[in-house]
């Protein structure tokens, strides 16, 4: 087999003011024919920048300081600007992670299309069919009709299809997708796995797929290249890489993945530490700092490569060492983890306990024309209804998991619970009290008993304010005086485990993992008996959310807390929650116990979303099209069952008449009028 | 790594910025310590010695009636100091308040300070100048009002967008759920993001503060003879030009290098603390 790529002792360094960072360090592998070959590690590990150097297209400050690349028989690394422009979209074209921004937004993709082609000398009209034929290859309906849209009439799902169509339209010889469905839903990553392997038949090409998501490459790759710190620690086949890992990062990392933990457990797995900087050239093992077998020849020597069979190879010193000694041997199989979190709160829930959070009929609307333009079109609906009807509960020492794609309304019926945005009907009681009639100073009263943590680690903390400030400000909002409000800060750095030291510093100067213990401390600096968590996950490296899960789990147990969690991520809410909630498009659709759900959901809906996660298990691929179709628009309901267009159990009932919300057993709700289970 | 110890060592790396920060830095210390650099009493006559050209004496000539430039020249330093420090600031924090209040608070008043904004930048500044002037007499609170009352639409606008843009930010929503009142959201959170631009902005308007009081000066609604000022001495100039070209050539000069100084300063902090406009280096 020929190589399409070859990739030898590549090395990439960013000029910074504070000097250079040595991103890539002695990088080879090689790709070969017709094969989908995934790059995986965590973030910061270098996986882009490896992609940007095959396309030559680092940033400025970047620079290859050595090593080689060839396509084919030809040195990249020698190309004119001329002969790069021919090898970009020819030969190798890429598919971008975000799809709303790697389109041009005012070009329809007709436009688009033939534009890529502007290489070839072919008439105008056969440019068109082959952007038609293109897009109708990536399962893009009418696309005679659809061709002339723009990005923004797409849905998400859509332009990234139309993204893949793009890349593949000129028959590259290699392809490569940057985490091409990390910004998508769960239902639409498994269309896209799906259709890049049905794609794959038809290809002469290779593809390269980058993704801190293991569940894709398990589900996609045929070769997994494992990254550390600028550095290749591991390379193999899939199966090597997911059923005999033998460097400790690539088995760290995969005991990481909540998805591959089948029993449901609180404590899960984590890599302690953090990805090194690479500002200086480091001596030793760079994983040697967070290794749990690391011994003293480690961090002084290099390790080199090691082959362990023709296609499976690794950097490690203690590899045939730790064999013989059959540590590694078992790291395979499941992990063993401390059993027993869970069940303390779920013990409870037929007995009498007290609901701590009762939620009935609440209705969150968005106005989105006024008086004046409602006058001018007055066939389009005034309000948008983003949660309708939803009633749940929270008990006492209890974590609910709200779940659904996005735009099902998880985030509005957040929001409004905390009254942070109106509410158009319903109740939302909290210790029997209701929020909605509440006003200013009860208000900010009930907001000590609630808090909240926000999707975006850093984001959500004031840029310009220094950690202590931001951990002593719940305290001054509130007047609130206990002693000495250092000793409190204090206090809360060591529940969350903080170290004192990071009190100077700002949001940006800390990482995803830290700036979210620094939202959980503020939210805990009140003692709220419950806390709305919005994506507590998202945007952490697998190794930190389990880091940040435990935390959760160790504070609930220690101060009697309870959660609502929102989440897309199924395996995290499946290890952190008691009982589920799954909304699409404004409804509770389905709400009962976690475990139940996951072994036999009741409603079409989680059964496709279950489905759809992808299992970190190259031999356990299936038939990812569970699910068809996207959410359709808020301001464009199906009639009867808003899930009946993707539904595969829809009848004729389900497209005329809403179903009612009805109880099963168990507390089990489901809102279908063919519930899978009786 | 603190983050201003960095932004500190990019600043003294752009050679504009260092040559702005130093022309800036003469202009407020000769401002400044004017009496006692200056070799004159800037009020003083010498009939004899009138239009004289450049001597030992006189570093930069006299004007008409025999008084030394150089020593003028730096007094009205003093003017245009004051002017530019008070002016800015004031005009900077109204503006700065009023926008971000139009950007945090509800639409009706938004609307309304808008509009305000709107109306008030409408006026040619001269015309208003010259219509204010017209109806309360000359002077220097006067010029101090106008170029108060025109530039605060500016920062105001500017204010209100970066505002707008804070407003629904996690951090803003985040601090909101913790229980914060506007005036502690404002005040604490949006102010210290909203700043920055401001800040840069205003050292940019040093300078077109600066000529709009030599502009009033020159054409004599700015402050009043005898005090000097380098609008004033350009008028003054202007006069005898046939005669001498130094005073025009002395009350330019300081008017050239500030708007220089100050122009190079704005455009290197801007480069500094707005990564976004930064290239690669």
Redesign the interface.
């Known amino acids: 087999m020929t190589a399409v790529l070859d990739v030898k002792n590549l090395e990439v360094a960013f000029r910074t003011p504070l000097g250079p960072i040595f991103a890539l360090q002695d990088v080879s592998f090689t790709v070969p024919e017709r094969t989908i070959v995934g790059i995986v590690g965590e973030s910061g590990c270098g996986k882009s920048t490896v992609v940007w150097s095959i396309c030559r297209l680092l940033a400025e400050n970047g620079e290859i300081t050595g090593g080689q690349i060839r396509y084919g028989d030809s040195d990249v690394l020698s190309f004119t600007q001329q002969q790069l422009e021919n090898y970009r979209g020819e030969q190798v074209s890429i598919v971008f992670q975000d799809p709303m921004t790697s389109q041009s937004p005012v070009l329809s993709y007709k436009r688009q299309m033939t534009d890529i082609q502007y290489r070839r000398p072919d008439k105008r009209n056969k440019k068109v069919t082959r952007a038609v034929e293109a897009m109708r290859a990536v399962g893009i309906p009418d696309p005679e009709e659809r061709i002339n849209t723009y990005p923004h009439q797409f849905s998400g799902g859509m332009r990234q299809r139309a993204g893949i169509a793009m890349a593949m339209m000129m028959d590259p010889g290699l392809l490569i997708a940057d985490e091409a469905t990390t910004a998508l839903d769960v239902t639409m990553e498994a269309q896209i796995i799906q259709l890049i392997r049905e794609l794959r038949q038809d290809m002469n090409g290779s593809v390269i797929a980058v993704s801190h998501n293991l569940g894709l490459i398990a589900e996609l790759c045929d070769q997994v290249i494992v990254m550390y710190a600028g550095q290749i620690v591991e390379t193999g086949t899939v199966t090597d890489i997911f059923h005999n890992p033998k460097h400790p990062y690539t088995q760290a990392l995969l005991e990481c993945d909540p998805a591959r933990i089948l029993d449901s457990s609180r404590r899960l797995p984590t890599i302690p530490g953090e990805v090194p900087n690479l500002m200086s050239a480091h001596k030793g093992c760079s994983f040697a700092a967070r290794c749990r077998y690391v011994v003293d020849r480690c961090r002084q020597e290099l390790p080199q490569r090691t082959d362990v069979s023709a296609s499976h190879n690794l950097h490690c010193h203690r590899h045939f060492e730790l064999e013989t000694l059959g540590v590694l041997a078992q790291s395979s199989s499941e992990p063993a983890l401390k059993k027993g979190y869970k069940n303390s709160s779920l013990s409870k829930v037929n007995g009498e306990t007290n609901k701590l959070l009762e939620v009935k009929n609440l209705n969150v609307r968005y106005q989105v024309l006024d008086l004046m333009q409602k006058a001018f079109r007055r066939d389009s609906p005034m309000f948008v209804d983003a949660v309708i009807q939803a009633s749940l509960s929270i008990n006492q020492e209890e974590t609910l998991g709200l779940v659904g794609e996005s735009g099902s309304g998880k985030t509005s019926l957040a929001r409004g619970i905390l009254q942070l945005t109106g509410t158009a009907g319903g109740e939302v009681l909290f210790n029997q009290q209701d929020l909605i009639s509440l006003k200013g100073h009860q208000l900010k009263h009930i907001r000590r008993e609630i808090a909240a943590m926000f999707q975006d680690p850093v984001g959500s903390l004031s840029p310009r304010k220094t950690v202590g400030a931001l951990l002593s400000e719940p305290f001054k909002i509130h007047g609130v005086k206990l002693g000495s409000v250092e000793e409190e800060v204090q206090e809360l750095c060591k529940m969350v485990s903080l170290p004192l030291s990071f009190m100077t510093r700002y949001p940006h100067e800390l990482s995803g993992g830290q700036a979210r213990r620094v939202g959980v401390a503020r939210a805990l600096a009140l003692k709220p008996s419950l806390i709305i968590a919005d994506e507590p996950t998202a945007g952490l490296d697998v190794s930190v959310q389990g880091e940040i899960l435990n935390l959760m789990s160790s504070l609930q147990e220690s101060h009697g807390l309870s959660y609502m969690i929102i989440s897309h991520n199924l395996p995290v809410v499946r290890h952190a929650c008691d009982r589920l909630a799954i909304m699409y498009l404004g409804h509770i659709v389905e709400q009962g116990n976690c475990d139940d759900i996951f072994t036999e959901p009741a409603h079409p809906y989680t059964q496709a979303l279950i489905n759809a996660v992808p299992r970190p298990d190259p031999d356990k691929r299936r038939d990812l099209t569970a699910i068809r179709g996207e959410v359709p628009s808020l301001t464009n309901r199906p009639p009867g069952c808003e899930f009946h267009p993707r539904c595969a159990f829809a009848q004729d009932l389900c497209r005329t008449e809403p179903p009612e919300n009805h109880e099963l057993n168990n507390q089990r709700f489901v809102r279908c009028h063919f519930p899978l289970i009786q | 790594?603190n983050?201003w110890r960095?932004k500190l060592?990019?600043f003294m790396?752009n050679g504009k910025g260092m040559f702005g920060l130093v022309l800036v830095l003469i202009f407020f210390a000769s401002a400044l310590f004017a009496p006692q650099l200056a070799p004159h009493d800037p009020f003083q006559l010498n009939i004899p010695a009138r239009n004289s050209g450049p001597t030992i004496d006189y570093f930069v000539g006299t004007d008409q009636l025999g008084r030394d430039t150089f020593s003028r020249v730096l007094y009205g330093g003093r003017v245009a100091l004051k002017i530019a420090a008070i002016g800015v600031s004031v005009s900077l924090l109204i503006g700065l308040v009023l926008g971000m209040i139009a950007g945090y608070g509800p639409r009706w008043l938004d609307n309304a300070l808008l509009l305000f904004f709107d109306t008030v930048r409408s006026f040619p500044t001269i015309v208003m100048a010259l219509a204010v002037v017209a109806l309360t007499g000359p002077s220097l609170g006067m010029v101090m009002v106008i170029v108060i009352i025109t530039s605060i639409p500016g920062y105001g606008r500017l204010a209100r967008t970066s505002t707008l843009a804070l407003r629904n930010?996690?951090?803003i929503?985040?601090?909101?759920?913790?229980?914060?009142?506007p005036v502690?959201v404002l005040a604490?959170?949006i102010l210290?993001?909203v700043i920055g631009p401001l800040l840069i902005l205003a050292a940019m308007d040093v300078p077109v503060v600066v000529t709009i009081e030599a502009g009033l000066s020159f054409l004599g609604l700015g402050v009043l003879p005898p005090t000097p000022s380098w609008g004033s001495i350009l008028n003054e100039g202007y006069m005898v030009i046939r005669d001498t070209p130094w005073p025009v050539v002395a009350g330019g000069i300081p008017l050239v290098l500030t708007t220089l100084g100050f122009t190079f300063l704005g455009e290197a902090l801007r480069d500094v603390f707005d990564p976004r406009l930064r290239?690669?280096?």
Do not use: I
């Not at chain 2, 929503?173 to 009142?181: I, K, M, P, R």
């Open positions: 790594m983050p960095e060592q990019l790396r930010a996690d951090f929503t985040a601090e909101q759920s913790l229980g914060a009142g502690r604490g959170h210290p993001n290239k690669g280096y």
